[in-house]
């Protein structure tokens, strides 16, 4: 088992200095951005793919600070219904897939996307409880026209190139839960797709990953270590399916996800947050989440991903790393 980082909250940092910070928390893997909704200033995809002095000298520095590089992240929307974005993060997932296996490593991790509605749809279109027929045609047309014709060219680029596509269950997207996530693996009949267990969105959503982690098996390959605190006033009064996200206002900073679409910002009170790793669930149930995960696949890294705005910066990704070392203890002593 390997703990480490998902670098994404240190894009601002230099790449070596980066690699020391991960170090000096007592961490041991990393796992980098390779595109999609994000750019990848740790990893410099165009000449890792040009040539092998390049490949070998970017793993180097990362075995020099005595880390592992464990995944590609590359999480964005490859089947949205506007081509200026689908096209871009379609192909950057393909380019992470060729370069994963380049560098030996195992691991990409993204998300299933989200198609329109039908074929003449320009906006991707989230179907929940689909207790209509007409909700259940959007997501015929869905699975059958879009996302299985794309993954199944997916999924045979993975097996020929040795690679594992870790899929994070994220809403907004055709798999962002177990049962939607076995239902993409078995009509593909594939082995090289599984989870990237991300316990945060499972949280939000009432799925106890626990409970996931036993389900699923050997279909989890890959982890992410992200905590999430429900705010049960605002939770009794508006539910989980809080439509209150607002885009950014002009001249307010904007995360851009492809194209013209941006990271609306939450609300105020909103019924869920993400926080550091202990500030939602404690040191035992990340000891659990831990367990569960080695009973499962003991060779698994686990990144944290620190999204905490209370916590913001190095004070945040500080603490993540002690409650996960904590945890990892903790774990011990019970062994």
């Given at each position: 088992m390997n703990l480490g980082v998902y670098t994404s909250c240190m894009h601002e940092v230099e790449f070596a200095d980066m690699l020391n910070i991960v170090a000096d928390l007592g961490l041991s893997s990393i796992e980098v951005?390779?595109?999609?909704?994000?750019?990848?200033?740790?990893?410099?995809?165009?000449?890792?793919?040009?040539?092998?002095?390049?490949?070998?000298?970017?793993?180097?520095?990362?075995?020099?600070?005595?880390?592992?590089?464990?995944?590609?992240n590359v999480n964005g929307n490859p089947l949205h219904p506007d081509i200026e974005v689908s096209s871009r993060h379609a192909e950057d997932l393909r380019t992470a897939i060729h370069l994963a296996a380049l560098l030996g490593i195992r691991n990409v991790v993204t998300m299933s996307g989200q198609p329109g509605s039908d074929p003449g749809g320009t906006a991707p279109a989230w179907i929940v409880e689909p207790w209509n027929s007409a909700a259940t045609e959007v997501l015929d047309y869905q699975w059958d026209s879009v996302a299985l014709p794309f993954w199944r060219t997916i999924d045979h680029m993975a097996r020929d190139l040795g690679v594992q596509i870790c899929i994070e269950m994220h809403p907004h997207n055709l798999v962002y839960n177990p049962a939607t996530l076995v239902r993409l693996i078995e009509r593909l009949g594939t082995n090289r797709i599984g989870a990237e267990?991300?316990?945060?969105?499972?949280?939000?959503?009432?799925?106890?990953?626990?409970?996931?982690?036993?389900?699923?098996?050997?279909?989890?390959?890959?982890?992410?270590?992200?905590?999430?605190?429900?705010?049960?006033?605002?939770?009794?009064?508006?539910?989980?399916?809080?439509?209150?996200?607002?885009?950014?206002?002009?001249?307010?900073?904007?995360t851009r996800l492809g194209g013209r679409y941006v990271l609306n910002n939450f609300p105020e009170d909103p019924p869920w947050q993400f926080v550091a790793i202990g500030r939602g669930h404690d040191i035992e149930y990340w000891a659990r989440f831990l367990d569960a995960l080695g009973t499962v696949n003991p060779d698994i890294a686990i990144n944290i991903e620190h999204e905490d705005s209370e916590l913001a910066g190095r004070a945040g990704l500080v603490h993540s790393a002690e409650a996960?070392?904590?945890?990892?203890?903790?774990?011990t002593r019970d062994i």
């Amino acid at each position: 088992m390997n703990l480490g980082v998902y670098t994404s909250c240190m894009h601002e940092v230099e790449f070596a200095d980066m690699l020391n910070i991960v170090a000096d928390l007592g961490l041991s893997s990393i796992e980098v951005n390779a595109g999609g909704f994000l750019a990848s200033p740790h990893l410099p995809v165009a000449a890792l793919m040009a040539t092998e002095k390049a490949r070998r000298e970017y793993l180097a520095t990362i075995r020099g600070a005595g880390l592992v590089l464990t995944a590609l992240n590359v999480n964005g929307n490859p089947l949205h219904p506007d081509i200026e974005v689908s096209s871009r993060h379609a192909e950057d997932l393909r380019t992470a897939i060729h370069l994963a296996a380049l560098l030996g490593i195992r691991n990409v991790v993204t998300m299933s996307g989200q198609p329109g509605s039908d074929p003449g749809g320009t906006a991707p279109a989230w179907i929940v409880e689909p207790w209509n027929s007409a909700a259940t045609e959007v997501l015929d047309y869905q699975w059958d026209s879009v996302a299985l014709p794309f993954w199944r060219t997916i999924d045979h680029m993975a097996r020929d190139l040795g690679v594992q596509i870790c899929i994070e269950m994220h809403p907004h997207n055709l798999v962002y839960n177990p049962a939607t996530l076995v239902r993409l693996i078995e009509r593909l009949g594939t082995n090289r797709i599984g989870a990237e267990m991300d316990p945060s969105h499972l949280f939000w959503q009432g799925i106890e990953p626990i409970t996931a982690i036993q389900y699923l098996g050997d279909r989890v390959f890959h982890a992410a270590a992200k905590d999430v605190r429900m705010n049960p006033h605002s939770v009794h009064l508006n539910g989980i399916l809080d439509d209150r996200f607002r885009p950014p206002a002009p001249g307010e900073p904007a995360t851009r996800l492809g194209g013209r679409y941006v990271l609306n910002n939450f609300p105020e009170d909103p019924p869920w947050q993400f926080v550091a790793i202990g500030r939602g669930h404690d040191i035992e149930y990340w000891a659990r989440f831990l367990d569960a995960l080695g009973t499962v696949n003991p060779d698994i890294a686990i990144n944290i991903e620190h999204e905490d705005s209370e916590l913001a910066g190095r004070a945040g990704l500080v603490h993540s790393a002690e409650a996960l070392h904590a945890a990892a203890a903790a774990l011990t002593r019970d062994i």
